[in-house]
C-alpha cells in the first residue's frame, strides 16, 4: 500500500516569494506522483507529474518538482509566488500499473500581498 | 472540448436516505474515477469504471455502487445515507484506465447529510 505525508498543513508567503511545499510518500512498489491544485469551490487541476526521467519536473504556472528516491520526496517549488497561487495543493502517487490515486492531507498556500 | 460535469453541484439528504451523484466524462475518455473528499482531508479513491466494468475498488462500503454506461458517462450511488458521508464527490474521468494518463477532475457535488 502506499501513503503520502505533506509536511505542511499551511503555507503562508508574502507575494513574488519562492516556496516549497514538502511531499513525503512511502510504497513498497514503484509509483508514479502527482502534483494537484485545488482553487476554491472547484475540482483538481493537474500542476504537473512524475512518470520517469529527469527527476525535475516541470509543470503549469511555473511550478516545478523534483523526485527524490533515496528520500522518497517530491517536493514542489516556485520562485516567485502570485496571488492566484492562493489554493489547496495536493501530493498524490499511484501504483505503476494501477490508476488509483492516493492523495495527502493537502497544503494551504496562503499568499499575502 | 467539453470538460468532465457533474450534477447536482450541491445535494442535502437526510440520515438513512439513498442519493445518486452523475458523471459526464470528458469526450473521448472511457474510464471514470470516483473520489470522496471529506472536509480538511486529501480525496480518497471509492471505485473506478472503465468501459462499463468496474476496475478497482477502495476501502468503501458496499452501499456506495456505480454504474458506468455506454456514453461512458457515470453514476455513483450510496444507500443508507451516515452522517460521515457529508463531503465533496469528485468524478475524474481519462482516456483509459493506464496510470500513465492524466486524470480530469470535475468541479465535484458536495453532499450533506442530516
Known amino acids: 500500500a502506499q501513503s503520502v505525508t505533506q509536511l505542511d498543513s499551511q503555507v503562508p508567503v508574502f507575494e513574488e516569494a519562492p516556496v516549497e511545499l514538502r511531499c513525503n510518500y512511502s510504497s513498497s512498489v514503484s509509483v508514479y506522483l502527482f502534483w494537484y491544485v485545488q482553487y476554491p469551490n472547484q475540482g483538481l487541476q493537474l500542476l504537473l507529474k512524475?512518470?520517469?526521467?529527469?527527476?525535475l519536473v516541470k509543470g503549469i504556472n511555473g511550478f516545478e518538482a523534483e523526485f527524490n528516491k533515496s528520500q522518497t520526496s517530491f517536493h514542489l517549488r516556485k520562485p516567485s509566488v502570485h496571488i492566484s497561487d492562493t489554493a489547496e495543493y495536493f501530493c498524490a502517487v499511484s501504483e505503476k500499473g494501477a490508476q488509483k490515486l492516493v492523495f495527502g492531507q493537502g497544503t494551504r498556500l496562503t499568499i499575502n500581498p | 472540448e467539453t470538460g468532465v460535469t457533474q450534477s447536482p453541484t450541491h445535494l442535502i439528504k437526510t440520515r438513512g436516505q439513498q442519493v445518486t451523484l452523475r458523471c459526464s466524462s470528458q469526450?473521448?475518455?472511457?474510464?471514470v474515477s470516483w473520489y470522496q473528499q471529506a472536509l480538511g482531508q486529501g480525496p480518497q479513491f471509492i471505485f473506478q469504471?472503465?468501459?462499463?466494468?468496474?476496475?478497482g475498488r477502495g476501502n468503501f462500503p458496499p452501499r456506495f455502487s456505480g454504474l458506468q454506461f455506454p456514453n461512458y458517462s457515470s453514476e455513483l450511488n450510496v444507500n443508507a445515507l451516515e452522517l460521515d458521508d457529508s463531503a465533496l464527490y469528485l468524478c475524474?474521468?481519462?482516456?483509459?484506465?493506464?496510470?500513465?494518463?492524466?486524470?480530469?477532475f470535475g468541479p465535484g457535488t458536495r453532499l450533506t447529510v442530516l
Open positions: 475524474a474521468s481519462s482516456l483509459e484506465w493506464a496510470s500513465t494518463d492524466t486524470q480530469y
Open positions: 512524475y512518470l520517469s526521467g529527469s527527476t
Open positions: 469504471y472503465y468501459r462499463e466494468e468496474e476496475n
Open positions: 469526450s473521448g475518455h472511457n474510464t
